[in-house]
Structure formats: structure tokens, C-alpha cells
């Protein structure tokens, strides 16, 4: 079913998330793409869907039809495709799918101020890369992070939301700096650590790697992405890793002292087992609601806030009425 | 196919480790189990295996057969259990499968110092617990670990070894110590860093547990492990799970440092990344060789530390015949 407020879309950018969005995006709605690889785009075009050859006649075509541009291109190559918005298309619809916010939200600000711009985040990934990898299916499911402002214009906002949920996201609303602190604890440190451990137990030599057995594999399986990724991630982000990363050296400090002097780990284990406990249990509780009104911004940031997302939208006379999902305790 | 030298067994403990071993032998020896509780005692019987009602009577039948007695209960019942043995069969042919081995040995060699001892760790288990979790399928591909000393009978060895093998394990030979140092790092440290990432994600509130994906599920996966469980070994590994914390905590806090001064996470990332292609790779390269003579336990110490472990066990005339897998470019 295609989403109401739906518009078209220039994907700019046509790797594992770029490429997953035109797949997703192509039965419901106009959409182009365009990626800086001669080879990508003739694979995209290839496999029937539109591509453009050149980045600015595709963006003087976003504004002409008054489609989503969606930066999917690794962060070092937002300034150029940013100063190519403002250049050519200053004033369009825009929005970004990065795992960090604020530094792109700060990009947009001082390269192509005068975008509408919302940014995006699809909880989405796998091992690999490239158009090759993408999948229609990629973001079924999955977290789609949108970041709110005051100064946000919800239409801009429902038309990134629309993505999110054409793509069978669930749709989160959130400010940039919240979810950069999210992410850091959720996505980052996990990453960290995986690194460590899996330094940690090969220095246990060929012997500790034989032994190894699932809850070193599932520790570790994200140490086997690419470094270039880890770091594009992690360093974009460093303020909010750094508090992460002292939470769990604080952690683990204190369970390393309690295991030397007193033997005993009562305190992690029930801790971190109740927390497991609390991450299995997220969404659980959850009713419908339905937001509305001159405050919608508001009602949208305390739904992320407390766990909660949006699952649909439909256009009124005087806005939108958007539906969602939020703990029936917090009503 | 049932091996040469698998013996009949008495199974000290019925609950996930022991239940699955008895269902796993039933097929191929006379094995009898016992469990301190009447009613997994009743529901083994009424699921067709032999359940002796005493531990004591058990014992001695044992001795009468030259059984092979496993104890597999949770290690603060090892003293008691122990003791009986060396009341009612002193010098039983005597394994384990708890998943610490130098505090066993220990406890052995004081309480129950004339068995014939061989210590093993099968590295497998699911989150559930107790005689219903069981599966017969539980040991196949996994390490059954086998502890030796230089006093080591080969003849003891060999039936622990076959039970490992009957069961569908790669059997890995080693010493305590290095068993514990290595399990420590592919092991007990991945739980206590899953249980430190589950607080530090909790900690970011509903908005962060609302957008954790893989990495954080994959990450924190051990952590709800009951955490008596995850007590029972670590505590009882201090020593070596300590050396393992500190090379975390090193690790991560020389990350910190590098992210915080100069924003890069270069070595970490190359580092941890090719730490974890080792492990992935590991096995690789394994040759078949036959090992045999006056010195096999030291031959099969060599397999173990490298990497490699046995596959099949021959008697003969002055001994046996092993089957291993062997690093080629260690030959």
C-alpha cells in the first residue's frame, strides 16, 4: 500500500542503504538514482531502475518535481554533494541517511542552509556492501530514526516519515543530539568492544580460538565489518562514544575490583542480566495513539522519547494526523 | 558408529550438560544417571533411561562395571559428590564437564585422590537449564576439552576422549591451566563485557533500547544468561579472568585515549578486525596425522596447543592409535 504523502525521490548515492531504497522505493513512487560510480550506475540501470548520469541535472530535476533528495553517500562526500544542493537545487526537500546526526545536521546548516532538510537513519545494515548487496527487504522492521528540530516543517518531516514506512520501517522521531547519544551506546560501543574481545581472545592463542564457541562468535561478529566503516561511524561521533565508552570502563573497572578483592560479580551479573531483561522486554506495553495539532513536533519527540514510533500518517485540512505507538504508562 | 573405547558411564547430575549426555550415550553403552532432585530422577526414568535413586548405590556399581563416572553437577555440589566417591569407589574411573578445570583437579586431588581422574569441558550449552533442555544433539561439533597431566593414565584419557567422540565433539587435549587461561578470554570475558554493554544501552533509556539492532542483540546475548551461572564460572576462574579483563580494559582504554586526542580509531579497528578474521579462518589447515608411542600425552598436548584436536582412537597392542587434526605448517 503506498503511503500518502509519499513524494518522489533522488537517491543520491547507490551503495547497501542507497540501493536497498530504490529497490524499495521504485514500485510506489517516481524515483531516481544517481551514485559518483560509472560501473554502479550502468549495474542500477541494468537491473531497470532510473539512474541519472550526472549529479547536478539530477538535483535540478529533484526541484523541478519537488522529490526527497536522500544523501545515502559515505559521510566524507557530504560536503561536495551538499555544495551541489546549494548550488542547484537550494530549496528542496532534504534528507540524509547517516548513522550520525549532528555532524550532518551541522553540514546542511553551513553548505545547503537553505534546504528543508530532516534528517534520516535506517537501523538497517548487513556484512556487505555496494548495489549489489541491497535488498527491497533491508529495512523491513527496522528502526527509521527521523530528527526533529523546533524549527522543523512537519511536511518535510511526514515526507521523510512516508520513506520510513513505505519501506516497512518503524518510524522514530527523535532530536539529533539524543540520537547520536543512542547510537553510541546501542550501535558504536558494541562495535568497541567486539574489537577488543575479539583482540583479547586471539591473544589467547590458537588454542582459546579453538575452544571459542557461540558467545565468543556472537561477541565478536561485528569486528568482522570493514575497519573504514567502524571508524567512519565511530570518530564521526566522538563526544557521545567517549561517554559510552567510560560507562563501560567504569563498569567493568568496578567488576574487575570486586572480582579481586571479594571474589564475587553479584553486582554486574544482576545488573546487566536485568538490563538484557529490559532490552528484551522495549515495546512491550506499547497502545495506539493519535498525534495531531499545532504541537505535533512536541507530541512526536515524546513518543521517540519514551520508546515509542510512528506507524502511519494521513494528510488533514489542518495538518497531519499521524498514528503511532507509546507506553500505555506514560499516557 | 560406537567408539572402541567407550565405556559404560554413570552421569552424576541430570540437568542440560548431563541429561543431553545420557541421552546422547543411551544408544551406544550402558549408562546410568542420578540426580539429587526426585522429580528429574522421575521424569529421566519416564523418558526411558536408567535412574538409579541413590548416589551411593550408584557409585559402587560403577566400580563393580569399571564405569566411567561424569560428574556433571553445578560445582559448589562437587566436594559432597567427591567425597562419596572416594568412600564408595575410591578409585573409579572419574571425569567431569564443569567449565572451570584447575578448581577441580584441586578439589580431586584433596577429596578423592585415588580416582583415575580425567577432566573435560564439552564448550556447549543453550540458555535453558535443567533435565527437559537436554537434546542428544547438544555435544555434536563442539570441543570436549580433555585435561591431562604428565601422570595422566592414557588408558582413563582414551575413555574420556571416546566418550567426546561417541557424542560427535572434536576432542581437544590440554592442561588445566591453559584450559582455564583460554576459556577465560573466548569465554568469561565475553560475558562480562555483554553484561556491561546491556547496562551501559540500558542506560541510554527507552530511545536507545528503541533503536538497538543487531550489534547491541548480538553483543548482549550472554547477559541473560542466569547470573548465578555466569557467577559460577567466572568466580571460580578469578585468576585468569582477571588477566583477561586487564587486557580488555587495556585495549579499550589506549582506544579511548586515541579517540579523545586525536580522534582516531585506526588501530583498534585494523587490529580487532584481523583478530576476528583469525578466528574466523580458524581450523583451517588442519592436516590428518596418527599419533602413538610412550610419549602420546605429550603428542596430544602439541595438537591441542596448536589448534588441533582428535578425531578417532584405535587400541593396540602397547597402547593407542589416535586420529587428530593438525596444523600442516606445524608439522
Redesign the interface.
Known amino acids: 500500500m503506498r503511503q500518502d504523502a509519499l513524494p518522489p525521490a533522488f537517491v543520491v548515492g547507490l551503495g547497501l542503504i542507497g540501493g536497498s531504497l530504490v529497490r524499495a522505493l521504485a514500485p510506489h513512487t517516481d524515483v531516481r538514482g544517481w551514485s559518483p560510480g560509472e560501473a554502479t550506475r550502468t549495474a542500477a540501470a541494468a537491473d531497470g531502475f532510473a539512474v541519472v548520469d550526472d549529479l547536478r541535472a539530477g538535483l535540478e530535476r529533484a526541484a523541478t518535481d519537488d522529490a526527497l533528495v536522500v544523501v545515502a553517500t559515505p559521510v566524507p562526500a557530504f560536503p561536495a554533494v551538499l555544495a551541489a544542493v546549494d548550488e542547484t537545487a537550494p530549496t528542496v526537500r532534504l534528507t540524509d541517511v547517516a548513522s550520525v546526526k549532528g555532524l550532518i545536521a551541522d553540514q546542511v546548516e553551513s553548505l545547503a542552509p537553505r534546504a528543508r532538510y530532516v534528517g534520516a537513519h535506517p537501523?538497517?545494515g548487513t556484512a556487505h556492501s555496494g548495489w549489489a548487496a541491497g535488498s527491497a527487504d533491508l529495512f523491513r522492521d527496522?528502526?527509521w530514526?527521523t530528527c526533529l528540530t523546533e524549527d522543523s516543517d512537519p511536511d518535510v518531516w511526514a515526507a521523510v516519515a512516508a520513506l520510513g514506512l513505505q519501506v516497512g520501517s518503524r518510524v522514530?522521531p527523535?532530536e539529533a543530539p539524543?540520537?547520536d547519544?543512542?547510537?553510541?551506546?546501542?550501535?558504536h560501543?558494541?562495535?568497541?568492544?567486539?574489537?577488543?574481545?575479539?583482540?583479547?581472545?586471539?591473544?589467547?592463542?590458537?588454542?582459546?580460538?579453538?575452544?571459542?564457541?557461540s558467545?565468543?562468535?556472537?561477541?565478536?561478529?561485528?569486528?568482522?565489518?570493514?575497519?573504514?566503516l567502524?571508524?567512519a561511524m565511530?570518530?564521526n561521533n566522538?563526544d557521545a562514544?567517549?561517554d559510552?565508552?567510560?560507562?563501560?570502563?567504569g563498569?567493568?573497572?568496578v567488576?574487575?575490583g570486586s572480582?579481586?578483592s571479594t571474589?564475587?560479580?553479584?553486582k554486574?551479573?544482576?545488573?546487566?542480566?536485568a538490563?538484557?531483561?529490559?532490552?528484551?522486554q522495549?515495546?512491550s506495553g506499547l497502545e495506539d495513539v493519535t498525534l495531531s495539532g499545532d504541537d505535533l513536533v512536541d507530541q512526536l519527540l515524546a513518543v521517540?522519547?519514551?520508546?515509542?514510533?510512528v506507524t502511519g500518517l494521513r494528510a488533514t485540512d489542518d495538518g497531519w494526523s499521524v498514528a503511532a505507538r507509546y507506553?500505555a504508562d506514560n499516557d
Not at 558494541?190 to 571459542?212: F, N, R, T
Not at 565468543?216 to 569486528?223: E, I, K, N, Q
Not at 538490563?275 to 528484551?280: C, D, H, N, Q, S
Open positions: 537501523m538497517a527496522a528502526a530514526v522514530v527523535t539524543a540520537h547519544r543512542a547510537v553510541a551506546r546501542i550501535s560501543l558494541p562495535h568497541l568492544l567486539a574489537l577488543a574481545l575479539a583482540q583479547a581472545g586471539a591473544a589467547g592463542g590458537d588454542l582459546a580460538l579453538s575452544l571459542a564457541a558467545s565468543f562468535a556472537d561477541g565478536t561478529r561485528v569486528a568482522g565489518t570493514r575497519p573504514e567502524i571508524r565511530c570518530e566522538r562514544l567517549l559510552a565508552v567510560d560507562d563501560a570502563l563498569l567493568l573497572g567488576a574487575r572480582l579481586a571474589g564475587s560479580l553479584v554486574i551479573t544482576e545488573s546487566g542480566h538490563a538484557r531483561t529490559a532490552f528484551e522495549r515495546g521517540g522519547a519514551a520508546g515509542g514510533y507506553p
